[in-house]
């Protein structure tokens, strides 16, 4: 019974460890085709200008290999008007959950309605560049897979931990 719980451990295990590296492959192709060809581009402080659809749209912090600013997605604000000229601010440094890939830190994201929308962003001193893309469908079923491949992980060791520490009961003869 215990080696059963190990090799079941070990299979759950590879097999997850083999999601997550996927998924981390997919959010890291993902980032770096939006910082490649996104739907607007500027560089701080300054305005990206798109014609949006209805659809969610990241602002993505673009890192430079020659850039020597410490700037970070926490130290970026940013204003968006939208079409129906309400305004939204994104603060990089207030995200629940901020994805760093290739040479990209998410700072935030919104919400469009279809027409012009302009974003401004400002990094303090820094003059770093900053994309606005839409969110695909890749990257947002990507974290969910990351995140069930480490749950898979976390199975599997508990499975094999359970198999190494279980004391079996002896049994009346």
């Not at 969610?56 to 410490?70: C, G, M, P």
């Not at 079409?83 to 994201?109: K, L, M, P, W, Y």
Request: proline share 2%.
């Amino acid at each position: 019974m215990r080696a059963s719980w190990i090799i079941w451990g070990i299979l759950v295990a590879v097999a997850a460890l083999a999601v997550t590296v996927g998924a981390g492959i997919a959010i890291l192709v993902d980032k770096a085709a939006s910082a490649i060809d996104p739907e607007a581009e500027a560089r701080t402080p300054g305005t990206a200008r798109l014609d949006a659809e209805k659809a969610t749209y990241e602002i993505l912090l673009v890192h430079s290999r020659r850039d020597t600013t410490a700037a970070s997605a926490g130290n970026v604000v940013c204003t968006v008007e939208l079409a129906n000229e309400s305004t939204i601010t994104i603060d990089g440094s207030r995200q629940a959950v901020s994805t760093e890939a290739a040479n990209t830190s998410t700072i935030g994201s919104f919400t469009a309605v279809a027409g012009r929308t302009a974003v401004t962003c400002n990094a303090g001193d820094a003059e770093v560049r900053f994309v606005v893309d839409k969110v695909s469908r890749v990257g947002r079923i990507a974290n969910w897979v990351l995140f069930v491949g480490i749950a898979g992980l976390l199975a599997g060791t508990a499975l094999i931990l359970g198999g190494v520490f279980w004391k079996r009961t002896p049994t009346p003869d």
